[in-house]
């Protein structure tokens, strides 16, 4: 990858600077262990827990959690510790290109969750995107589920159990965090359970029930649906001009089921990257904050965690810089912002919103607001510090 010697060169002088404070006597492993206590105590309740690690958390610690990236290769080398380091990003996600065995990916997120403790920040969320059908990884060795589609064709319950089985497997590699079901109503590819929101509801119910009993934070995607769209949103954008009642009245119906009548701590919900334009016809989703702020907080009252879809997506790198739109998602209400494939994308938009966040052009109770939601869900799911 571009820039890798560099990355490479500026970990081996961050270690070289980490050993030397250690060396004077600055007590590097104070503010970890504080973290860790408050994380363990017992007689406070998780809000106040997480109020806690706030105030012992610095701007930059906050920021990295609102990351999460995609790394090369299929082991922790110096660019992946130097990442968790240096900008102590929030979660992680796998790729093929990162698995090539389940005891190779069990022993890589193992060595994951090590950098990052070392690095005393929070746990990782570890993510991948096992949808089933042609969005599987590591198909070769892991649980075969079938496409949405073929699935709708059946039973709630029978879907349910392959997410199950699916679920507990991954969990036992090391993964927490599943971006799947699809909640999008007759999306190509096969990638829907039905057409209508009558056949997709009871599906996405069951199985993210399913995951959620296999220990996987699960998510809704692609909010606010993107059933409609013509073009692959990975490649350019897409305008949806659907009015609001019809959207309120099919593709936004499965996203309102399951957030007014689920745990907001069982899933996260991602947006989609597709315009909208009886919403907000000047911003994608990702960055609306009529869309994220106005619908799904205050309408459909969702508390949980907002993620964004990839950010590498055409739909939205082809439009604006990764630190602009990094910046504008999260002033828009994103509590993370997905960047899955280059390591400077990462940066860049970390250093973006950092930069924002000192400036004031992001308020530090927006930066609070996010990290808060981001902490009650590890929290939630024991991921501990």
């Not at 507990?168 to 039905?194: H, M, T």
């Not at 902490?375 to 510090?385: R, T």
Request: charged share 25%; hydrophobic share 45%.
């Amino acid at each position: 990858m571009k820039g890798r010697k560099g990355l490479r060169r500026l970990g081996f002088l961050m270690a070289l600077l980490m050993a030397l404070v250690v060396m004077a006597g600055c007590g590097s492993d104070t503010k970890p262990q504080a973290k860790e206590e408050i994380w363990q105590k017992t007689d406070l309740t998780a809000e106040q827990k997480v109020d806690s690690l706030l105030e012992s958390m610095s701007d930059e610690e906050k920021v990295g959690q609102l990351i999460l990236f995609g790394m090369q290769g299929t082991q922790v080398n110096d660019d992946v510790r130097y990442m968790l380091s240096e900008y102590k990003m929030g979660g992680i996600i796998l790729f093929d290109r990162n698995m090539e065995s389940k005891e190779q990916v069990a022993a890589l997120i193992q060595d994951l969750q090590k950098a990052a403790r070392q690095s005393e920040k929070a746990p990782l969320f570890v993510a991948i995107d096992q949808e089933g059908g042609w969005v599987a990884r590591l198909s070769s060795e892991l649980v075969k589920v079938p496409a949405a589609e073929q699935l709708g064709q059946g039973t709630p319950a029978e879907a349910a159990k392959l997410a199950l089985e699916s679920g507990k497997e991954l969990k036992s590699l090391g993964f927490n965090v599943n971006f799947a079901p699809v909640a999008d109503l007759g999306l190509a590819d096969e990638r829907s359970y039905g057409t209508t929101a009558a056949e997709v509801i009871p599906f996405v119910k069951a199985v993210g029930n399913a995951y959620h009993e296999a220990g996987l934070i699960y998510s809704l995607k692609h909010f606010p649906g993107i059933g409609r769209t013509v073009t692959d949103l990975h490649k350019e954008g897409n305008t949806i001009d659907a009015s609001a009642d019809e959207l309120w009245a099919t593709d936004l119906k499965p996203f309102e089921t399951i957030i007014q009548s689920v745990n907001n701590d069982d899933y996260m919900v991602m947006v989609s990257h597709a315009v909208y334009s009886n919403l907000d016809d000047t911003m994608p989703a990702s960055l609306s904050k009529v869309i994220m702020q106005d619908f799904l907080r205050q309408k459909l009252g969702y508390k949980g965690v907002i993620i964004t879809d990839d950010m590498e997506m055409g739909a939205v790198a082809n439009h604006y810089s990764f630190g602009d739109m990094s910046v504008k998602a999260v002033n828009a209400g994103v509590d993370i912002v997905l960047i899955g494939q280059e390591y400077n994308h990462a940066i860049e938009g970390y250093n973006a919103i950092l930069k924002a966040v000192r400036s004031g052009d992001i308020s530090k109770d927006r930066l609070n607001d996010a990290v808060r939601h981001i902490l009650m869900l590890k929290i939630s799911h024991n991921l501990a510090w």
